[in-house]
């Protein structure tokens, strides 16, 4: 089944959440995982492929957008409006509802930070998972 862990990030801000996504890509793929992040709009997949290449000084996390050409995907897969196909363990959820898709996925991570609208779709997220009987973990993150 499924594990689901929230991740509370600190403050208010989408870049607060898309530098932790790139904290939390970056160990999975280090750890050997295929990741595949959904994010809320095209314009958030722009900004984060653009921050998985430089959020950390020396880092290195290949990665590309979604797209469903046949060959071989890269380790880390960003889209908003695309399922993917199997083979990725890991799914990083920054939409507000919980992708149709999850099951798919050894482990989904939700990041949900302090503004009021982000918290209160993490909440419905997590009721949704807990009323279904996912194993629900919850790490707060410090600065």
């Not at 994010?39 to 958030?44: I, K, L, N």
Request: hydrophobic fraction near 35%; charged fraction near 25%; glycine fraction near 6%.
């Amino acid at each position: 089944m499924t594990q689901i862990d929230f991740y509370l990030v600190p403050g208010e801000s989408l870049e607060n959440r898309l530098r932790f996504a790139c904290r939390l890509t970056d160990k999975a793929y280090r750890l050997g995982n295929r990741v595949f992040i959904h994010t809320e709009s095209a314009q958030q997949t722009r900004l984060l492929d653009d921050l998985l290449w430089t959020f950390q000084q020396n880092s290195f996390v290949p990665h590309s957008l979604y797209q469903d050409t046949g060959e071989p995907p890269a380790p880390v897969l960003l889209a908003h409006d695309a399922e993917p196909d199997a083979g990725s363990q890991v799914l990083i959820n920054l939409a507000a509802e919980v992708p149709l898709f999850f099951s798919r996925f050894e482990r989904v991570a939700e990041l949900v930070d302090e503004d009021d609208g982000v918290r209160r779709s993490g909440r419905s997220r997590y009721t949704f998972y807990k009323e279904r009987g996912y194993p629900l973990r919850t790490h707060e993150i410090r600065g």
